[in-house]
Nanobody, 119 residues
Framework: QVQLEESGGGLVQAGESLRLSCAAS????????MGWYRQAPGKERELVAA???????NYADSVKGRFTISRDSAKNTVYLQMNSLKPEDTAVYYC?????????????WGQGTQVTVST
């Protein structure tokens, strides 16, 4: 059974930074992709960033240049460094794991962590 545990969400002011972490437990294959989705109130869930087992990354246009995704395969952990946060980044952020993270529905999802950016 795979479990994803997120941490690092919170309330910050616009322009500040946050770092999200997600630790995966269970039978994990390092070649799987990991990433982050988010969902804001009244909006559809969207991909924020993803990283493959080989280290290739993919970002939503809205976060390019501000967010950085990284992974520590030895620890089955993925990170999302979020800089220059904007109020429109306010959402619940979900960690995901699976064979397909971009262009498909990941198999495993965390419970989500709230990120709130105030003006």
């Amino acid at each position: 059974q795979v479990q994803l545990e997120e941490s690092g969400g919170g309330l910050v002011q616009a322009g500040e930074s946050l770092r999200l972490s997600c630790a995966a437990s269970g039978s994990i294959f390092s070649r799987l992709s990991m990433g982050w989705y988010r969902q804001a109130p009244g909006k559809e869930r969207e991909l924020v960033a993803a990283v493959t087992g080989s280290g290739s990354t993919n970002y939503a246009d809205s976060v390019k240049g501000r967010f950085t995704i990284s992974r520590d395969s030895a620890k089955n952990t993925v990170y999302l460094q979020m800089n220059s946060l904007k109020p429109e980044d306010t959402a619940v952020y979900y960690c995901v794991l699976g064979k397909t993270v971009v262009g498909g529905t990941p198999r495993y999802w965390g419970q989500g962590t709230q990120v709130t950016v105030s003006t």
